[in-house]
């Protein structure tokens, strides 16, 4: 078939969240033998380099369009009564293209990668007549992310995110009742979304995999590793991740650092916000920026922390821990949608002594954290690839 898939970024390098997901979505199309175009949006050179690149990696045309300055595209959506998310990747000639496909019926899969996406079909004159498929992954529950961020902020924050939590709530709504086919990350979000958005159509459940050969076991661990070094990695001026590594350095790593005095704390991952720079330095935590392989990072590591106290979906970054063979310490949050997370594959702690506890442990009781990390890599192993787990994608473009 042919297909045209929109992101909101282009989707490559894989190397982090959504990007990541497309990515292999994408890649597994391709190997299906579909016909793949890509549409995304350029806000620098690098987006349209990589671009290029995507599009000699899979052999697909990838055409992408520039994204006009935030202000305007920000006020648009507000004077137009759009969520600002909506406003933040609109661009005239990708409306006028979408247009075209569901009036000329060129493509039979439409495949849209994030909620706010939406809007574009929604749009379009052409949609309730148009042959053209429509299918959407919304990946994790949006509009339940904005309302956690607004319970996490005070005015007038609050009342911005409360404003994006009902717009992206209705696209939604209209996505599941209206697309040929919706896709969520994880049977916890299928829930979610069933009790506070939705239960018109059935979501499908479409998990994240994992290359294992880009993410393996250490063969030596480095000698630090008995005196305690903690990583967390993501982009770092997300506000679920600043809000974990915030949480963790002020309410467990003084007791941490109290009963290991030599532990080291790494945050590694691109764009790191004022208030995580004002860490590097201080107290045994090394900010690092962006980072060209992150490999050798969960390879010099005693244990990972995933802190999560706001979140959606299934964190990517506690599979490539599990990979690679670490024993991770998460909440609740941070182990949602992992169907092999239990006592027995990590240690899952909500409050701040539990989870101070369990990073000590990970040093002082090596054996214990050892045989966690054991049986989380053989856990991950038997059902993480990514052609088992985009099967889901795989059927619904069978069954049109």
């Given at each position: 078939?042919?297909?045209?898939?929109?992101?909101?970024?282009?989707?490559?390098?894989?190397?982090?969240?959504?990007?990541?997901?497309?990515?292999?979505?994408?890649?597994?199309?391709?190997?299906?033998?579909?016909?793949?175009?890509?549409?995304?949006?350029?806000?620098?050179?690098q987006d349209t380099n990589d671009a290029l690149a995507l599009q000699n990696h899979l052999q697909i045309n990838v055409s992408t369009f520039p994204l006009?300055?935030?202000?305007?595209?920000?006020?648009?959506?507000?004077?137009?009564?759009?969520?600002?998310?909506?406003?933040?990747?609109?661009?005239?000639?990708?409306?006028?293209?979408?247009?075209d496909i569901l009036k000329n019926e060129s493509v039979d899969v439409l495949y849209l990668t994030a909620s706010s996406l939406g809007q574009y079909v929604?749009?379009?004159?052409?949609?309730?007549?148009?042959?053209?498929?429509?299918?959407?992954?919304?990946?994790?529950?949006?509009?339940?992310?904005?309302?956690?961020?607004?319970?996490?902020?005070?005015?007038?924050?609050?009342?911005?995110?409360?404003?994006?939590?009902?717009?992206?709530?209705?696209?939604?709504?209209?996505?599941?009742?209206?697309?040929?086919?919706?896709?969520?990350?994880?049977?916890?979000?299928?829930?979610?979304?069933?009790?506070?958005?939705?239960?018109?159509?059935?979501?499908?459940?479409?998990?994240?995999?994992?290359?294992?050969?880009?993410?393996?076991?250490?063969?030596?661990?480095?000698?630090?590793?008995?005196?305690?070094?903690?990583?967390?990695?993501?982009?770092?001026?997300?506000?679920?991740?600043?809000?974990?590594?915030?949480?963790?350095?002020?309410?467990?790593?003084?007791?941490?650092?109290?009963?290991?005095?030599?532990?080291?704390?790494?945050?590694?991952?691109?764009?790191?916000?004022?208030?995580?720079?004002?860490?590097?330095?201080?107290?045994?935590?090394?900010?690092?920026?962006?980072?060209?392989?992150?490999?050798?990072?969960?390879?010099?590591?005693?244990?990972?922390?995933?802190?999560?106290?706001?979140?959606?979906?299934?964190?990517?970054?506690?599979?490539?821990?599990?990979?690679?063979?670490?024993?991770?310490?998460?909440?609740?949050?941070?182990?949602?949608?992992?169907?092999?997370?239990?006592?027995?594959?990590?240690?899952?702690?909500?409050?701040?002594?539990?989870?101070?506890?369990?990073?000590?442990?990970?040093?002082?009781?090596?054996?214990?954290?050892?045989?966690?990390?054991?049986?989380?890599l053989d856990e991950i192993k038997s059902a993480y690839s990514w052609e088992q787990q985009l099967k889901p994608l795989e059927e619904a473009l069978g069954?049109?």
């Amino acid at each position: 078939m042919k297909i045209c898939v929109v992101a909101q970024r282009v989707p490559y390098p894989p190397n982090k969240g959504e990007k990541l997901r497309t990515f292999h979505q994408i890649e597994r199309m391709v190997q299906l033998g579909h016909d793949v175009d890509v549409i995304s949006f350029s806000e620098s050179e690098q987006d349209t380099n990589d671009a290029l690149a995507l599009q000699n990696h899979l052999q697909i045309n990838v055409s992408t369009f520039p994204l006009g300055s935030k202000l305007t595209r920000y006020a648009s959506a507000l004077i137009k009564q759009q969520p600002v998310s909506v406003g933040a990747f609109y661009q005239g000639d990708v409306a006028k293209r979408i247009d075209d496909i569901l009036k000329n019926e060129s493509v039979d899969v439409l495949y849209l990668t994030a909620s706010s996406l939406g809007q574009y079909v929604f749009s379009s004159s052409h949609f309730s007549d148009s042959a053209c498929k429509v299918m959407m992954d919304f990946m994790d529950v949006d509009s339940d992310k904005w309302h956690q961020y607004a319970n996490s902020s005070s005015w007038p924050m609050r009342a911005v995110y409360i404003r994006e939590a009902k717009g992206i709530r209705k696209l939604e709504q209209k996505a599941n009742a209206q697309f040929e086919k919706t896709f969520l990350i994880a049977e916890e979000e299928v829930a979610l979304f069933r009790r506070e958005v939705s239960d018109a159509k059935p979501v499908n459940v479409m998990g994240n995999g994992l290359d294992f050969s880009a993410f393996y076991p250490a063969e030596n661990k480095s000698s630090d590793a008995t005196s305690g070094h903690f990583l967390f990695t993501g982009v770092m001026d997300y506000k679920p991740n600043i809000d974990a590594v915030m949480w963790f350095v002020k309410s467990c790593w003084p007791d941490i650092r109290r009963a290991l005095p030599d532990a080291v704390f790494t945050i590694a991952g691109m764009n790191p916000s004022t208030e995580i720079q004002s860490l590097n330095g201080k107290n045994g935590i090394d900010v690092t920026g962006f980072v060209d392989d992150i490999l050798p990072y969960f390879h010099s590591a005693t244990a990972f922390v995933a802190p999560f106290r706001i979140a959606r979906g299934v964190q990517n970054k506690v599979l490539q821990a599990a990979a690679c063979k670490l024993p991770v310490i998460t909440t609740s949050m941070g182990a949602e949608g992992i169907h092999f997370a239990s006592e027995q594959t990590m240690f899952i702690e909500n409050d701040t002594q539990g989870f101070t506890d369990a990073c000590i442990c990970c040093v002082k009781e090596p054996d214990t954290a050892e045989a966690k990390a054991q049986k989380g890599l053989d856990e991950i192993k038997s059902a993480y690839s990514w052609e088992q787990q985009l099967k889901p994608l795989e059927e619904a473009l069978g069954a049109l």
